[in-house]
């Protein structure tokens, strides 16, 4: 795809609309449901909008062993649904949501890499954060975005990426899929203690490539700022990544029923922007930022909306 000008693309898929979960489940199908009403609004006109395509074998075993998408595959059920964990679960619509939301993160960065569009947002799910090299978990089936960070050094030569998970919960899977990876920074947000129990400030990582930043329940938008400046971007900023993934949870909200901080939409557009910011002087300006967590459906598409419409703004 060739554009007169740069632009925001966004990825998103109905197939994503199809992944169920059980009855009261919060990984429901209204949040994305939510999200492309709210992106719907005229602002959002601008939006170079694709449907995602399906991630290949080989794309997501750049993430994963291949018993763990064997292990997928065969637990995918032909119809009902089936639980993998007591969090976890698969309709008969699962598998092919899982490999969209993998395969957006591989589309996002090809159309970033080849100038098609400035940054990305992949309005999909189920998310991928918690999803471990031989794990499923925390609603998580694949590790999209590592997916789409290793897709960025491997097929495209890049060196150095960074992730960048301000998601309430710690991206336990995305730090087991990167630990052993000096190429590939990983720097989390989230509240601590809080499921999954990982993400103390001590875990650093093989190469020291870790950056992990608790926040104690209740913390407000202000200590998250201050931690964000002081811990996550000088550490992004050292690394020198050539392309900034976002893992963009919005559950660290104040409304949010799953966890007990207290940031706003202002929040996020803040980072958001700091984010977009610091990859214009260190990334070229590539960025591309998949959905995670949040869970408030109000909150959830308002904090959404905010974090794309500052990706728009950089991407002019």
């Not at 062993?65 to 119809?79: E, F, K, M, T, V």
């Not at 400035?118 to 918690?130: D, I, S």
């Not at 910011?277 to 959404?304: F, I, N, P, Q």
């Amino acid at each position: 795809m060739v554009l007169g000008r740069m632009a925001t693309l966004l990825l998103t898929h109905p197939d994503c609309l199809n992944h169920v979960t059980p009855d009261g489940h919060p990984e429901r199908v209204a949040r994305l449901q939510a999200i492309l009403d709210a992106l719907d609004a005229p602002q959002f006109a601008p939006l170079l909008r694709r449907e995602a395509r399906l991630a290949t074998d080989a794309e997501v075993l750049r993430a994963h062993p291949p018993a763990h998408l064997d292990r997928i595959r065969a637990a995918a059920p032909s119809y009902g649904g089936t639980s993998l964990d007591p969090d976890t679960h698969m309709s008969e619509g699962s598998l092919a949501a899982a490999l969209r939301a993998a395969g957006a993160n591989v589309q996002a960065v090809d159309a970033v890499m080849t100038g098609a569009a400035k940054n990305a947002f992949a309005a999909v799910r189920p998310p991928g954060h918690h999803a471990e090299a031989m794990r499923p978990m925390g609603f998580c089936l694949f590790g999209n975005v590592v997916i789409g960070a290793r897709h960025a050094l491997e097929a495209h030569g890049l060196s150095r990426v960074a992730i960048i998970d301000f998601d309430v919960h710690h991206g336990n899977g995305s730090q087991d899929l990167v630990w052993d990876d000096p190429r590939i920074l990983f720097a989390s947000t989230h509240q601590m203690p809080l499921y999954p129990g990982t993400g103390r400030a001590e875990e650093t990582g093989a190469h020291g490539q870790i950056v992990n930043v608790p926040l104690p329940a209740g913390a407000d938008g202000a200590q998250f700022r201050r931690q964000i400046a002081r811990l996550v971007l000088p550490a992004v900023a050292a690394h020198k990544p050539e392309m900034i993934f976002i893992s963009a949870g919005f559950d660290a909200h104040r409304d949010d029923p799953l966890a007990n901080l207290a940031l706003d939409v202002a929040d996020f557009t803040w980072v958001t922007r700091e984010i977009l910011a610091l990859a214009a002087e260190v990334a070229g300006g590539r960025v591309v930022s998949t959905l995670e967590g949040g869970y408030d459906l109000d909150a959830l598409a308002a904090s959404t909306a905010a974090h794309v419409e500052v990706l728009m703004e950089f991407s002019g």
